[in-house]
């Protein structure tokens, strides 16, 4: 296991098209995070799982954000009718359950969403 | 509300410089703070975590100092070099769940 995964690295979506993208953390990490990133600005948090148990969302992830985690492994975060707005970089963490305190956090390489 | 602030927004040095960036943030009730590294287009790496209870952390050529008191973190880089040149973020984990970051110090290093 060498460390969080995403895919794709690179997504261009005309506007009002639906989106997914995939994350894959350390395999013993319990805790995945997803976030986004605009140009020139530091990442927001968008929401983040405890196993397969969503646990908390923040207010930017309208109702055309949807994220799953299905069976506490891998995620996908699904973005429908696609706006301008959306264009980012959305970015996954994973953390151990116990150890995001003391061990913190590792990302992926992250997805870069063009929306035209 | 956590606020993260970093100062400055950008940085030029001349190679061979030692710098430091700054960190500040409002809420001091923290579990840890994590300075990270971005390269254009890529992803975060971690460079150094300081939990609350320590003053910093060493790693190389970067040491990274935490006054939990005054809600202040700065990331030293001694005897910068080219390969340094990239975005500096700061973090702080308020709550165990989530990260709140700064908006970054883009760093350029001259040859």
């Known amino acids: 296991d060498t460390g969080v995964s995403q895919d794709p690295r690179h997504k261009i979506t005309k506007r009002g098209q639906n989106v997914t993208f995939r994350c894959d953390p350390i395999?013993?990490?319990?805790?995945l995070y997803w976030y986004r990133q605009t140009l020139g600005q530091g990442p927001e948090f968008l929401t983040y799982?405890?196993?397969?148990?969503?646990?908390?969302k923040s207010r930017l992830l309208s109702d055309r954000f949807s994220a799953e985690r299905p069976k506490g492994s891998f995620s996908t975060l699904e973005i429908q009718r696609t706006e301008q707005g959306d264009s980012a970089m959305y970015l996954c963490?994973?953390?151990?359950?116990?150890?995001?305190?003391?061990?913190?956090?590792?990302f992926g390489s992250g997805t870069r969403l063009t929306v035209v | 509300k956590q606020e993260v602030t970093q100062i400055p927004a950008a940085l030029s040095v001349p190679e061979g410089e030692n710098l430091v960036l700054n960190c500040s943030f409002t809420?001091?009730?923290?579990?840890?703070l994590q300075w990270f590294r971005q390269d254009p287009g890529k992803g975060l790496t971690s460079l150094l975590l300081?939990?609350?209870?320590?003053r910093e952390q060493t790693s190389g050529r970067l040491n990274a100092s935490l006054d939990k008191s005054s809600g202040r973190s700065t990331l030293y880089i001694a005897a910068s070099q080219p390969g340094d040149s990239a975005t500096y973020l700061c973090?702080?984990?308020?709550?165990?769940?989530?990260?709140?970051f700064g908006g970054g110090t883009r760093l350029m290093v001259k040859p």
């Open positions: 300081i939990q609350s209870s320590q």
């Open positions: 963490a994973s953390s151990p359950l116990r150890g995001a305190a003391l061990y913190g956090y590792t």
């Open positions: 395999s013993e990490h319990n805790r």
């Open positions: 973090a702080v984990n308020n709550a165990g769940n989530m990260l709140t």
């Open positions: 809420d001091s009730a923290i579990y840890n």
């Open positions: 799982f405890q196993n397969e148990a969503q646990l908390e």
